[in-house]
């Protein structure tokens, strides 16, 4: 979902323009998977593509679920991990979705054998495709980190990226709770990486120091099985599976989290956040506060059809 109200947000600013919007998709042995239910993990499962097709018919948006209705002057993702053949032939813009995940011997193995898929190093393989014309990125660290990485320096335009350039915003809420420890979850387990969970709730409530601990839960996680954990470790904890995190966020005085791109508001609203980054790289890589990058984006995008 942070993907698609990205990607609305910059076709907001291209109103002269026929759009189509879909679920992301792949072809080929990824594709038939998808197609199996094998993928419900992934933003290729039945149930995200399902959340995205009820926003995008929400908003009467038009729909070419595939991309293989027309022949398209521009394609905008907001991933490379995957990009399909017939995507390959149109003018890509990419956009960065939010936080990108560390380099692990996957992604050394992804960038150094190009037989190995990118996706199997996760979002640390961003921008490593160079398929598109241009890669709109949150942050002058972040142009740093990319161009670290292999990406080509003139593709590059710092933009900052939609749902992480105004999180001023989000002080002004009605969440009825106030200055405790948040805890953002992952869905490390539902994407088969080892977290042991129990040590975790411990460590959390040795840094809450007695302040009152609240766990938003990940969209993606075993509710359940979660709220069973948290409850018999933390029992005098918070839970909820559901509200904005970006307002738990700006009410808290304290973020935990892992690879989320949640510490990004953390960090623009300038609450004391512990991740898997110092505080001065996690500041360099914020999104830039400018409140515009969809038009910025949008920008980018008449530069590539009319280039």
Not at 63 to 91: E, N
Not at 254 to 260: G, R
Request: charged residues 25%.
């Amino acid at each position: 979902m942070n993907q698609t109200t990205q990607m609305h947000q910059i076709a907001g600013w291209l109103p002269d323009y026929d759009q189509y919007f879909s679920p992301f998709f792949s072809d080929g042995i990824l594709g038939a998977a998808s197609d199996r239910g094998l993928l419900e993990f992934t933003i290729m499962g039945r149930k995200r593509s399902e959340s995205t097709l009820e926003y995008l018919r929400s908003y009467g948006l038009k729909l070419d679920i595939g991309g293989l209705q027309h022949a398209y002057d521009l394609v905008v993702t907001c991933t490379d991990l995957i990009v399909p053949r017939h995507i390959r032939k149109r003018k890509i813009v990419l956009v960065q979705e939010g936080m990108t995940e560390p380099e692990t011997l996957f992604y050394h193995l992804a960038r150094n054998f190009q037989w190995i898929p990118r996706w199997i190093a996760g979002t640390s393989t961003t921008g490593l495709s160079d398929s598109y014309e241009k890669f709109c990125v949150a942050s002058e660290g972040y142009r740093d980190l990319f161009i670290r990485k292999g990406v080509d320096p003139a593709k590059i335009e710092v933009t900052s990226i939609p749902n992480f350039d105004n999180c001023e915003q989000y002080l002004h809420n009605d969440f009825s709770y106030h200055d405790y420890v948040l805890v953002c979850t992952s869905d490390n387990r539902e994407t088969y990486i080892y977290e042991n969970r129990v040590k975790n709730i411990r460590k959390y409530l040795e840094m809450a120091g007695g302040s009152q601990l609240l766990f938003k839960l990940h969209p993606n996680e075993n509710t359940e099985r979660a709220i069973r954990e948290i409850e018999h470790y933390a029992p005098d904890s918070l839970v909820f599976s559901e509200g904005k995190t970006e307002e738990m966020i700006a009410n808290s005085r304290m973020l935990i989290a892992q690879f989320s791109s949640t510490i990004f508001v953390g960090s623009a609203l300038n609450k004391v956040v512990h991740c898997g980054l110092s505080p001065e790289v996690l500041k360099s890589l914020t999104p830039l506060q400018n409140k515009s990058a969809a038009k910025k984006i949008a920008d980018v995008c008449r530069q590539v059809i009319d280039g």
